[in-house]
C-alpha cells in the first residue's frame, strides 16, 4: 500500500497509534499543530523516545521535526527488526508504552526482534508488563502468531518516578500475512491468577494487597492464587512502589486483566501538591484492583478495556475474511481506534450491539496486509 | 404407642438432617463462598441480603463456583436445597 502524496494529519492524539500504523501501511503522514497551543508546545518526551525506538528496527525512512517540535513528516522505511537491541523508554512513560508498537511491528518485520527494554515496569498510566506477558502476548495466538517465540521477561522491575526496571522482548516475525480470527464466545471465569510486586519496600506489603483482593473474589470463586514479586536491590529499581496485575480466565481462554500500582508521582506529575500526598494503603489497593477486574468481568467481551484497540488492529491487519470479535463497551480509545484503522486501512467495522449480554459484536474484512520486509527464498 | 411413635419420627427427622447435612460438606474456600463457615480471607461476615445477592447474581453468573482442580464439592453430588448462592437462580447449568 504505498503512497506518494503524505497524508496530513493534525493534532497530537493518538501519536503512537498513527505512526504505526502509517509505517506498517507505507504511508507517508505530515502531522501539523503538535500542541501549538499549550504551554509546552511539540512533542512529548515519551513521543521522541517512540521515534528514536522507530530509528532502530527499521531502515530507510525519514524523519523531518521543526524547531518547536509542533511539525512532523514522517515518511516509514522497511521494518528490519533486529537481535540484541536495546532502548532507553525513559521515566516519562511506562514500557507498556511502547510494548504494544513493538508487537505490532515485530511481527511485520523482516527479522525477529529482541531487544532490552529499560524504564519505568508498573505505573499508574500504561498497562504493565506483567499484563502484556500473562494477556498481551495470548492474544496474538488468536491470530496465528505461535507463542514459542513470543517472550517478556522482567529482569527488573522499576517504579515511578526514577525507574530502572528493565525486560527483554522477543517478537517473532510472521511469514506472510496473520490469520483472520472468530472470537465471539467469551465462556465463564474459571480461574483468577496474578503478580504482586514490591520494590524497595517491605515485602509484607504483598500480603497486605493479597489478602484484601483475595476477600472480594472469594466471594464468587475459590481458585484464586495471586504470587508475590518481591525486589531488592538493583532488581527492584530506583524508586519505591507496590502493586497488583490480576487476570481473570474463562473456559474458552480468554484472559481479562487488570492492574494498579502505588508510587511516588511522575517528572509529569510532580507539583506543590505532591508534597501532601497520601499514597493507597496495600488493602486499599487490593480491594480497587479487585473490583476493577470484576468490573471487566461484568462488562464481557474477549478481551478487557486495555486490549481492545489493539485487537481491533489485529482484526484490520488480517486477511481479507470475515473477523468476528466479541468486546464490552467500547471505550473512547478504541472508538478513536477505529476512526484510524477507518483512515489508514480503509477498513470498517460491522458494530452489532447484543442487548442480551451488554456487549458488542465487531465484523470487519481485513486489509491483508502482508510482510513483504521479510525475505523470500 | 403415640409417644413411641412421636419419638421415632423424632429420631428419623434428626437422621434425615444429619444425612444431608454429612453429603454437602464444602471446603474451606465454598464455606466461604456460600456466606457459611469460618471466613479467614476477607470479612468476617460474607452472607449477603437479598438485594445484595441480586446485584451479585448479575455477575455471580459469569463465574463457575465449583472448579474440579480447586474444590472438592465439585467431585460430589451438589444438593441445590442446601446452597444459598445464586446458582439456584440461574439453574443447573453452573455445575461443572
Redesign the interface.
Known amino acids: 500500500m504505498g503512497r506518494d502524496k503524505a497524508r496530513r494529519l493534525s493534532g497530537s492524539r493518538h501519536f503512537r497509534q498513527r505512526v504505526v500504523l502509517a509505517t506498517l501501511t507505507s504511508t507517508a503522514i505530515t502531522i501539523d499543530d503538535i500542541r501549538s497551543g499549550g504551554a509546552a508546545p511539540g512533542l512529548r518526551p515519551h513521543e521522541v523516545s517512540l521515534l528514536h525506538l522507530l530509528h532502530k528496527i527499521s531502515d530507510h525512512h525519514s524523519l523531518d521535526l521543526n524547531e518547536t517540535g509542533t511539525k512532523l513528516r514522517y515518511k516509514p522505511g522497511v521494518i528490519v527488526g533486529g537481535r540484541d537491541l536495546e532502548h532507553d523508554c525513559g521515566v516519562h512513560r511506562g514500557i507498556g508504552y511502547f510494548l504494544e508498537p513493538l508487537i505490532l511491528l515485530g511481527l511485520f518485520a523482516r527479522a525477529p526482534i529482541s531487544i532490552r527494554l529499560k524504564g519505568i515496569t508498573n505505573d499508574t498510566k500504561d498497562p504493565s508488563v506483567d499484563t502484556f506477558r500473562m494477556v498481551t502476548l495470548h492474544m496474538l495466538k488468536q491470530f496465528g502468531v505461535p507463542l514459542e517465540g513470543l517472550e517478556l521477561k522482567i529482569e527488573s522491575r522499576g517504579a515511578p518516578p526514577l525507574g530502572g526496571g528493565e525486560v527483554f522482548l522477543r517478537v517473532p516475525n510472521i511469514k506472510s500475512t496473520l490469520k483472520a480470527a472468530n472470537w465471539a464466545d467469551e465462556g465463564m471465569v474459571k480461574r483468577i491468577r496474578g503478580v504482586s510486586f514490591s520494590t524497595r519496600v517491605s515485602p509484607q506489603i504483598e500480603n497486605r494487597i493479597i489478602y484484601a483482593a483475595r476477600g472480594i473474589f472469594n466471594r464468587f470463586i475459590p481458585d484464586v492464587h495471586i504470587f508475590t514479586d518481591h525486589r531488592s536491590g538493583s532488581a527492584g529499581g530506583r524508586s519505591a512502589g507496590y502493586g497488583v496485575s490480576v487476570v481473570a480466565e474463562t473456559t474458552t481462554g480468554c484472559l481479562l486483566s487488570a492492574d494498579a500500582t502505588v508510587s511516588y508521582p511522575n517528572v509529569d506529575e510532580m507539583n506543590e501538591e505532591s508534597e501532601n500526598l497520601e499514597l493507597t494503603s496495600p488493602e486499599d489497593l487490593g480491594v480497587q484492583v479487585a473490583s476493577m477486574l470484576l468490573e471487566e468481568v461484568a462488562q464481557g467481551g474477549v478481551v478487557d478495556s486495555a486490549h481492545q484497540g489493539l485487537l481491533f488492529i489485529l482484526c484490520a491487519l488480517s486477511p481479507p475474511d470475515v473477523s468476528k470479535v466479541r468486546v464490552g463497551q467500547l471505550t473512547p480509545y478504541a472508538i478513536e481506534t477505529l476512526r484510524n484503522i477507518r483512515d489508514f486501512l480503509d477498513v470498517k467495522f460491522i458494530i452489532k450491539p447484543d442487548p442480551n449480554s451488554n456487549t458488542v459484536t465487531l465484523k470487519c474484512v481485513g486489509a491483508g496486509v502482508k510482510n513483504l520486509a521479510r525475505k523470500t527464498s | 404407642m403415640m409417644s413411641a411413635r412421636l419419638r421415632l419420627n423424632f429420631f428419623g427427622g434428626g437422621f434425615r438432617r444429619w444425612k444431608l447435612a454429612s453429603s454437602h460438606r464444602p471446603?474451606g474456600?465454598?464455606a466461604?463462598?456460600h456466606g457459611r463457615g469460618k471466613s479467614s480471607?476477607?470479612?468476617s461476615d460474607?452472607r449477603?441480603n437479598r438485594s445484595r445477592r441480586r446485584l451479585?447474581a448479575?455477575?455471580?453468573?459469569?463465574?463457575?463456583?465449583f472448579?474440579s482442580?480447586?474444590?472438592t464439592v465439585g467431585r460430589r453430588k451438589h444438593l441445590q436445597e442446601q446452597c444459598v448462592w445464586p446458582c439456584v437462580e440461574v439453574g443447573e447449568n453452573?455445575i461443572q
Open positions: 471446603c474456600a465454598m466461604v463462598a480471607t476477607g470479612p460474607l449477603l451479585s448479575a455477575l455471580a453468573i459469569k463465574f463457575i463456583i472448579s482442580s480447586s474444590c453452573r
